[in-house]
C-alpha cells in the first residue's frame, strides 16, 4: 500500500514540475513551434522532443501522457473542480482530425522548404515565456484557460480526450506496437481478484470504466495513459501495471 501511494506522489510530483516549468517549456512541447521551424528547414527542440517521444511510445504508450505532460498534469489538478468522466464517444475522433490538419501542416513546411537542413534546439525559445513580450505570455494565459474549460466542461482530461493531437502520434506508436507484440508497458487484469468496488475507475484520471476492462478482460485502450492510478486504487491486485 506504501508502495503505491508514494508511486502516484511521485507522478503527481513530476506532473506539477513539469506545469511550473511549462513557461519556460512551453515552447518546447508546443506543435505551433514545430510548423514555424520546418518551414524554415530548421528541426527544432520541440521536433527533436516529439520524436524521442514517438520512439518511447513504441515501448511506453502514452507513458508521456500520465507523467510528464504539463497540459494532461493541468487538467488533473482541475479534477478538483469537476471530476466527472469524459462522455467520449465519436468526439474522440476530432483529435484524430486536429492531427491530420497539423501532419500535413508539417509535410507542406517541410516540402515549402525544400527539407531539413539544420538544427537549432533553441529555435524561438530565447526567452521563454518573458513579461517583456506580452504575446507570449497571452499565448500562454489562453492556452491555460483553454485547458481549464476544457477539464470543467467536458470532464476529466477534457483536453486530451478530444483535441490534444500530440497523444495521436502516441496511440499511433502503440498501433504499432500491439501490431508487431513486442513487450512493453500494459494492463493485466485479473476478473477473478475483482470484487466489483469500482475504486479503479474512479481513481483513472482519463475517466476510463476500467472496471468493466477488467471483467471483460479487455485491458487495452488508446485512451490509457499508463499512470498506473487503476493499480495503485486496487486493494484486491486485480490490476498490474508492468512489463510482465
Known amino acids: 500500500m506504501v ?3 508514494k508511486r502516484q506522489q511521485i507522478r503527481r510530483a513530476l506532473l506539477l514540475l513539469f506545469l511550473v516549468s511549462l513557461p519556460a517549456t512551453l515552447f518546447y512541447v508546443s506543435p505551433i513551434i514545430l510548423i514555424m521551424g520546418v518551414s524554415e528547414g530548421i528541426a527544432t527542440g520541440s521536433m527533436i522532443l ?18 510528464f505532460c504539463p497540459m494532461g498534469g493541468f487538467q488533473e489538478f482541475c479534477a478538483g473542480v469537476q471530476d466527472q ?3 467520449g464517444g465519436r468526439l474522440n475522433w476530432i483529435k484524430y482530425g486536429v492531427w491530420g490538419l497539423w501532419f500535413i501542416a508539417v509535410l507542406f513546411g517541410v516540402l515549402s522548404a525544400g527539407g531539413i537542413y539544420a538544427i537549432n534546439i533553441f529555435y524561438s525559445t530565447d526567452s521563454g515565456i518573458s513579461l517583456t513580450e506580452p ?5 500562454y494565459f489562453i492556452i491555460m484557460g483553454m485547458l481549464f474549460l476544457f477539464a470543467v466542461i467536458a470532464g476529466k482530461r477534457g483536453f486530451c480526450h478530444y483535441l490534444c493531437p500530440i497523444c495521436v502520434h502516441f496511440i499511433i506508436g502503440r498501433k504499432i506496437r500491439n501490431l508487431f507484440r513486442w513487450p512493453a508497458l500494459h494492463l493485466s487484469g485479473d476478473k477473478t481478484r475483482c470484487t466489483n468496488c469500482n475504486n479503479c475507475s ?4 482519463m475517466g476510463l470504466d476500467v472496471r468493466t476492462m477488467v471483467q471483460e478482460n479487455q485491458m487495452e485502450n488508446v485512451e490509457c495513459i499508463f499512470c498506473a492510478s487503476c493499480a495503485d486504487a486496487c486493494q484486491k491486485d486485480a490490476i498490474v501495471c508492468g512489463f510482465r
Open 3 to 5: 508502495v503505491r501511494m
Open 50 to 67: 516529439f520524436i524521442i517521444t514517438f520512439i518511447l511510445s513504441l515501448v511506453l504508450g502514452r507513458f508521456w501522457c500520465g507523467w
Open 85 to 87: 468522466p469524459v462522455t
Open 135 to 139: 504575446s507570449s505570455y497571452m499565448v
Open 202 to 205: 474512479k481513481a483513472c484520471p
